[in-house]
C-alpha cells in the first residue's frame, strides 16, 4: 500500500513538473519575437498574396532552423581544424490548386537541367538577429518566389495530365488536423574544450603505428532548434541536438589493397558517449586490428552462410533492407524520357521499393519490424531517431511494418501513395524516413548456438569454416549513395558492399581475420533468406539518406540534416551469401617509409 501510494504520488509530481515545463515552453513561444514574425506573415500571405486571377495558395508553411554547430578534427594528437559556426536557414512551402491535384509531385526537364539551385530554391539564409521586420521580409522574398514557381509548376502539370494520366486517382496532399506542441531550446551539452581534449586524447594513439598512412578523430556537434508553422493551424518547435564522433584510419595491404576502419558514435551531446577509457580502448582494438588486416589472407570468393554478429546485424540491416521501408512516389514531368531515366535512377540510388511487396512475405515468418520514434533508449543505449511530431507536423506513433515476415505497410508523409494513403508520421528532412527501428524475433536461437548452425551449415557445403562479420563499414546509406553515383558516371559495373571485420570460423573455435572482402550483389530480397537470429540485440546508429524521390514531392524542407536512424536487431545469420576479393586497380603502397617510423 505504501509503495502504492508513493507511486501515485510520484507520478502526480512527474505530470506536474512535465505541466510546468510545457506551460514554460508555451510562454517561451508566445513571446517569441521570431514566431510571432513568422505568423503575422504568414496571415498576410494567406489573406493577401494572388498573382492576377491566377489560383491563390491553398496550403502554406514556413520553417526556421537555428544552427548551432562545433567542429573539431585532429590527427596525431594535433589539431586540424576548430570550427564554432551559427546559421540560420528558413524554409517556405506553398501549394497552389488543391489537396486532389497541386503543383507538387511535379517536376519539368527544364527545372531539373538548372541543377541543384533551382531545385533547392525554397530554402534560404536568414539574418541571425532576432529582427521582427528582417525576418518577416526574408519569409515574404521566399514566399514571393516559391508562389510564382507554384504557379508555373501547376499551369505545366495541368498541361501535361491532358496527355497522360499519371498515379490514377492518388491525391497530392493530405488533410491533416492543427497540432500545437512547443519544447524550450535545450542548453548545449558539448564544450569546445572538452571536445578539443578528447579530439587530441583519441588521435594521438596512431602516432606510434607508422603503418597507418592516414587517421583522424573528429567530433560534431549540431543543435537545430526549428520553428514551424502552417495554414492548416499547426505549429511547433523544436530542439534537436545531436554529437557524432569519427575515428577513422586507413592504410593498404603490399599489393595495394584498401584497408580502413571507423567508429562512429552519436548522442544528444557528450555524456551520452562511453567512458574517455573505453574510447581509447575500442581506437586500440581497432588500430591494431587494421595492422593485422595488412598481412592478413584473403578470398577470391566464398559462397555459403554467413553470420552477422552484434552490431554488424542492425549495421547491414539499415544499409540494405531498411531502405526500401519508405513510400515515396515518383514526380510526373512534361517529359516521358525524364520519366524512365528518374525511375532508373531511383532503383540504383538505394535500392527498390517494397511498395509493390505490401502483404507479401519479405522477411523469415519469425522475424518482425516497427519503427517507434517515441522511444528514448535501449537497455541503457541512446537511440537518435525520436520525436514526438515530424517535419509536417504531424504525431508520430509506432508503426508496424513487418508481421512475421509478411510487409504490413510502408512509413510515409503527407505525401500519398498508391500503397499508403495517409501519413505515419515519418517526414525527416526531404521526405519519409525510419526513426528508431526494432528487429524482434521468435524462438531466437543462443549466440553459441548460432555460431554451431553457422559451422552445421558450412560443413553442409563442403567448407571447414564458416564467415563472420563483425562490422560492416565501407559505407552505411550515405557513402553507399556516393559509391553508386560514381558507378552510374562509370556506366555501371556491379556494386558490392565492403566488410571492415570479417573473420573465417573453425570448428575448433579458431578465427582468422580476413581482408578486403565485398559482398556481391546484396539486396533486400537475400534477408528472406534468414535462417536464424540471436537471442540478444545490438544498436546501430548512422546517418540515413532518404529516398531520392521525396525532394521533388515539393522541395521545402529547411537546412535540416541528414536523418539520423537507430536500428535494434539481433545477430543475424544468412542461408547463403556470396563474399568476393575487393578487385582494383589500386593505387601502389608509398615507395619509402613514413617519417613516423624514423627514431
Known amino acids: 500500500m505504501i ?6 504520488m510520484s507520478t502526480k509530481i512527474a505530470v506536474a513538473l512535465g505541466s510546468v515545463v510545457l506551460a514554460g515552453a508555451l510562454a517561451q513561444a508566445q513571446d517569441d519575437v521570431l514566431m510571432r514574425a513568422m505568423k503575422d506573415e504568414l496571415a498576410r500571405t494567406m489573406s493577401q498574396i494572388q498573382l ?3 489560383d491563390k495558395p491553398y496550403f502554406v ?3 526556421m532552423d537555428d544552427i548551432d554547430q562545433r567542429q573539431v578534427s585532429a590527427t596525431l ?16 512551402e506553398v501549394r497552389v490548386g488543391d489537396y486532389a491535384v497541386d503543383n507538387s509531385n511535379y517536376i519539368s526537364a527544364r527545372t531539373f537541367a538548372g541543377g541543384m539551385p533551382g531545385m533547392l530554391s525554397s530554402v534560404r539564409q536568414a539574418p541571425l538577429d532576432d529582427n521582427y521586420q528582417q525576418i518577416r521580409r526574408a519569409f515574404w522574398l521566399a514566399t514571393d518566389v516559391q508562389y510564382k514557381k507554384a504557379l508555373e509548376d501547376l499551369s505545366a502539370k495541368r498541361a501535361a495530365l491532358t496527355t497522360h494520366s499519371h498515379n490514377g486517382s492518388v491525391a497530392d496532399f493530405t488533410k491533416e488536423p492543427p497540432l500545437t506542441k512547443f519544447q524550450a531550446a535545450e542548453t548545449p551539452n558539448a564544450g569546445k574544450q572538452q571536445m578539443e581534449k578528447l579530439a587530441r586524447d583519441i588521435s594521438v594513439l596512431f602516432k606510434s603505428t607508422p603503418q597507418i598512412y592516414n587517421s583522424s578523430v573528429e567530433i560534431q556537434y549540431r543543435d537545430y532548434y526549428t520553428r514551424y508553422i502552417n495554414s492548416d493551424g499547426s505549429s511547433f518547435t523544436r530542439s534537436q541536438p545531436v554529437l557524432k564522433l569519427t575515428i577513422s584510419a586507413d592504410t593498404q595491404a603490399d599489393d595495394g589493397t584498401p584497408i580502413s576502419d571507423s567508429i562512429e558514435l552519436f548522442g544528444h551531446g557528450l555524456t551520452d558517449l562511453p567512458s574517455e577509457e573505453d574510447l581509447l580502448a575500442r581506437t586500440r582494438a581497432m588500430r591494431d586490428r587494421i595492422l593485422k588486416l595488412r598481412s592478413a589472407a584473403s578470398l577470391e570468393r566464398y559462397n555459403g552462410p554467413v553470420l552477422f554478429e552484434g552490431e554488424a546485424a542492425p549495421e547491414i540491416f ?15 514531368s512534361d517529359d516521358s524520357r525524364f520519366e524512365m531515366f528518374f525511375e532508373q535512377m531511383m532503383s540504383q540510388l538505394g535500392g527498390s521499393s517494397f511498395a509493390d511487396k505490401i502483404g507479401g512475405r519479405v522477411l523469415p515468418e519469425f522475424l518482425s519490424v516497427s519503427d517507434n520514434p517515441l522511444v528514448g533508449e535501449y537497455h541503457g543505449a541512446v537511440l537518435l531517431g525520436g520525436s514526438s511530431i515530424d517535419d509536417d507536423a504531424v504525431s508520430t506513433r509506432e508503426t508496424k511494418l513487418v508481421d512475421h515476415g509478411i510487409l504490413k505497410t510502408l512509413l510515409a508523409t503527407r505525401v500519398p501513395t498508391k500503397a499508403v494513403s495517409s501519413s505515419t508520421g515519418s517526414r525527416r528532412g526531404w521526405g519519409p524516413a525510419p526513426s528508431n527501428l526494432f528487429v524482434t524475433a521468435e524462438k531466437p536461437v543462443a549466440n553459441a548456438d548460432l555460431r554451431k548452425e553457422l559451422l552445421r551449415r558450412a560443413k553442409e557445403r563442403g567448407l571447414d569454416y564458416g564467415i563472420v562479420v563483425r562490422h560492416v563499414g565501407g559505407g552505411g546509406s550515405s557513402t553507399s549513395l556516393i559509391r553508386t553515383a560514381a558507378r552510374m558516371a562509370q556506366g555501371g559495373g556491379d556494386q558490392g558492399t565492403s566488410l571492415a571485420e570479417v573473420y573465417k570460423v573453425y570448428g575448433d573455435g579458431r578465427e582468422e581475420l580476413v581482408q578486403g572482402l565485398e559482398i556481391s550483389d546484396m539486396n533486400s530480397v537475400q534477408f528472406k533468406d534468414i535462417v536464424a537470429v540471436g537471442d540478444s540485440s545490438s544498436v546501430h546508429t548512422e546517418e540515413f539518406i532518404p529516398r531520392v524521390g521525396a525532394m521533388f514531392s ?13 536500428c535494434v536487431a539481433p545477430s543475424m545469420l544468412f542461408e547463403e551469401l556470396s563474399l568476393v576479393k575487393s578487385q582494383g586497380p589500386f593505387p601502389n603502397p608509398p615507395v619509402g617509409p613514413s617519417p613516423l617510423a624514423q627514431k
Do not use: E, H, N
Not at 3 to 8: H, M, S, V, Y
Not at 77 to 92: C, L
Not at 319 to 327: H, P, V
Open 77 to 92: 594528437g594535433s589539431m586540424t581544424q576548430v570550427q564554432p559556426a551559427r546559421v540560420r536557414f528558413i524554409g517556405v
Open 318 to 332: 539499415s544499409d540494405q533492407f531498411a531502405t526500401g521501408l519508405m513510400a515515396v512516389r515518383s514526380p510526373m
Open 52 to 54: 492576377q486571377k491566377l
Open 3 to 8: 509503495r502504492g501510494a508513493a507511486l501515485r
Open 61 to 63: 508553411a514556413y520553417r
Open 554 to 566: 515539393m522541395g521545402m524542407s529547411a537546412f535540416s540534416d541528414v536523418p539520423i536512424v537507430s
